[in-house]
DNA sequence: AGCAGGTGTGACAACGTTGTCAACCCTCAG
DNA sequence: CTGAGGGTTGACAACGTTGTCACACCTGCT
């Protein structure tokens, strides 16, 4: 800049106040000023800027992983409202970890961004107490902080959304249905399994946990716990899964227990009465490369498959049918859910409009609103579309 | 800072100094420092920091729209790749606006962020030529700019994996290749054309315009392409698709148009022996919310069915029976490719090595390396799955 | 002529850091 | 006792902006 107004023969403040489109400047040393610029390929230093105005335009958003389709729309919906108020947005994954969690939105904090949206991965954020009280604003979405720190929130209604769910499948027939949840210390998964009980608890029928299963959505994990329950004496007619990673853990797992020794007739497992040839697809390649840094699909195939097969093969029930009839409500929507078949019945959030609400709650805010601490619930959404219709299996 | 140095009784310096672990303080001061710091829940202000020493680590990165598992997938990469370098990053999706994405590059630019990422949406890159001048590093991911700009840039193999893809139809028996591509202004999508017609080329098979189609990957334009085609007096007997979501729209047109007048034994459209019902599934629910401000809902139904059933409904092939046996190929990988029936073949990109690689380049780049421009291309990878071998069919 | 009020311009400090350099205190060898 | 040298500390300028204030000039009025 200094440059720009030595071209141009002027005070630093005369290209200061071109540059910003301020009043009061004769037009011919515009142009003069302008010219300069031009001719120095000239561009303000936003870092400067901010120093001297204090505010960054610019906010935080850390999420826990950008590659979950869950978590990327979230991300477009927070990424259009900034740029609609004139913000950029740092973005990080902090993949479930609270650690990394805390380093990313401390080192957001420490470059100044004006608010933040975050997706905790933790319960304790009391790291960012010093932050709030220093004028950065917050907002959680997704899942709630501790009762220690007064913020504001947008959430899903998850045990609402689990309880419709659920309530959906009793009302088809099943009495044994069976969970599959995410990891039990993730906020959502505990909220959507209360959900699950909710929904027992109204139809008068019993929680068994040997039909609960929480843990990570990994496949291997999945197709255990799946082949384990399908093993027992009294097996599920029906699924409910805790969220989209672990729905589509779930239909490779029945995948996988129905191939073992396919029906002819069944639906699933591509034993259909078409001409196509099951694809000499190696396992490898089974499906498109997850999110993380690998690990899980080396473990589909060998993990359970070899230490468990006896147990579930040897059931009394033959196992196959029963993957192969078993009712499914999944929550969260995901996209070919309409493609499968039997299509997928789902219990829908809104991860747009979920990201669209925290960053619009977060700019007003920014804007200056100052009222009371909020706390959004968002609706979910029933999407039937076939597999949460199935009748509970007879044998 | 000032007030932590007064508080601690120092100079601001030594604040400065403990507060970067410089060495040369004396543990007793630096003691003193940090509890000063504690009390006043003092935090660096990088942005200073930035404005003092010249980099700010932080990149950019301008892709097409996060909510693309191609593109979150790249996101991803790159942001594990920048947490790695001490760097964070900037995210926008230009939404495939040349416009917007010069005003994201440009923003990022006055934030002098070290380096940028862009996977551009226009071809003309002169607005950046000032910026690199200045220093500012950059790499193109999945698409080139325009030869005048000469920069670093990490593209796909899409030439190479089209001709791979229809080639394996061509191997299978296929003589009749449909395409189907995104807008041809897109360079992927002319490159994998290229492609087709390099394997046509090959296997000495006329090039056929009327089985070539080129837009938007809009279920209403995909739908109406496909029913035309399959309406020619020749109609093809296999498809390739360019790219993942077109991929996903000609599934979904291929189960439009087979469920018109479903046949008893089709693996397409839910006609299974098996006992499911078709759920009472609402069409405005068939997919999960569509990334972009929505618009292609609306149209699946009406837009195409209305106005172009006679003309395919009159077909001499009977369209149903042609659809459901049409052998599909798809450019890029998706999830739950390998749980449909039959699977999708696919031509695999990887986009997570290509962000991988991208960033690594910028900053090795920004590390000092001062090679000549690379231009680095990642192969493909056709995966079988089943859709891709069925044969031929013949009526 | 003198003065109010407006327009255009510039000098200067400040934002919160860090790099440079100098100063201080101590210890130890000459 | 003197001086060299290391350890510790601080004063100051600079990074590139913008807000504040003041100045110079012009116009039109009394």
Redesign the pocket.
Known sequence: ??DVAATA??????V??V??DE????A???ERVRQAIELLG????DG??V???GRTASIGLVIEDVADPFYSGLSRAVEDVALRNGSLVFTGSSGEDPQRERELVLAFCARRVDGLVIVPAGYDHGYLAPELHAGIRAVFADRPTGPALDVDTVLCDNAGGARTGVAHLIAHGHRRIAFLGDNAVIFTAKERLSGYREALDAAGLPYDPSLVSMGPPEQARVTAAMAGMLALDHPPTALFTGNGQTTVAALRALEILSARDPEPNSSRGGGSASASPRGPASPRHSGPASSGPGGQESSREGGWASSREGGWASSRHGGQRLAASLAIVGFDDFQLADLLSPSITVVAQDPIRLGRTAAELLFRRLAGENGPVERIQLPTHLIPRGSGELPPATF
């Open positions: 800049m200094n023969g002027v005070a630093l403040k005369t200061s106040r540059v910003n009043p009061g400047v004769n011919a040393t515009a000239y561009r303000r230093n400067a800027r120093l001297r105005r």
